[in-house]
């Protein structure tokens, strides 16, 4: 069983839409952290933002936000007023465990932002 | 900002050979990481590493693979008679120490094995 589970592989959005994009966990850890990482065309692993197990405190970052509910093991995340630039493949990961051990990431989400 | 760098930024080799990935980690971080990223897929764990040695391991991280400190700056990932599925984005990672860190990536070693 996905420990990490994006469902939406692909999304398409015109600029100015609001997006939001699915991730659901799985784990038995009480102490876990949550990722988000962004991949743009150029390839590389960008952090965008970190959640630990005992924080279910939203937040907002920017045009960026995060719903993270423990009760539904899920920890989405919404752009505001998509750009083109926002254009990437997003990741969401879970670390559980002590400090130093591996991210689980998921399958990913290809957001397109059309102009 | 301080960044993990990785070299090369492209390998291509012939199937069979040895390769030698290279990353400089950020300097005060404690652990560091491997991951692999097959073209289309989601990044995979292979190995971390702590006070120099292997702290965890994936499945894939065989007998083929290894890893090293060997001047206490760079932290390398060895892959011994390459395979045809070996080709990937190979993604060195770094991190404090603090598990509420996160863990920030280089840019990547694109290898091609022919």
């Known amino acids: 069983a996905q420990k990490v589970t994006q469902a939406q592989t692909e999304i398409s959005v015109v600029e100015k839409e609001d997006v939001t994009l699915d991730c659901v966990y799985e784990?038995?850890?009480?102490?876990?952290?949550l990722f988000w990482y962004k991949q743009p065309p150029s390839g590389e692993l960008v952090f965008l933002i970190r959640?630990?197990?005992?924080?279910?405190q939203n937040e907002i970052s920017g045009r960026y936000s995060w719903n993270f509910q423990k009760s539904t093991s899920s920890f989405n995340f919404t752009i505001t007023a998509s750009q083109v630039v926002d254009s990437a493949v997003y990741f969401c990961?879970?670390?559980?465990?002590?400090?130093?051990?591996?991210?689980?990431f998921g399958k990913g989400t290809t957001l397109s932002v059309s102009s | 900002e301080p960044e993990v760098t990785q070299t090369p930024s492209h390998q291509v080799t012939q199937m069979g050979q040895e390769v030698i990935l290279r990353c400089v980690p950020i300097?005060?971080?404690?652990?560091f990481y491997w991951y692999r990223q097959i073209l289309g897929q989601k990044v995979e764990f292979l190995v971390s590493f702590y006070n120099n040695e292997i702290s965890e391991k994936s499945e894939i991280f065989d007998d083929q693979f290894s890893v090293e400190r060997p001047d206490g700056s760079n932290f390398t990932l060895k892959i011994r008679s390459t395979k045809l599925e070996d080709s990937a984005m190979y993604f060195c990672?770094?991190?404090?120490?603090?598990?509420?860190?996160?863990?920030?990536f280089g840019d990547g070693t694109r290898l091609s094995i022919l």
């Open positions: 300097s005060n971080h404690l652990y």
């Open positions: 990672a770094t991190q404090e120490g603090d598990r509420n860190q996160p863990q920030h």
């Open positions: 959640r630990n197990s005992f924080d279910e």
């Open positions: 784990t038995r850890d009480t102490t876990y952290y």
């Open positions: 990961a879970l670390s559980e465990g002590s400090a130093g051990t591996a991210l689980i």
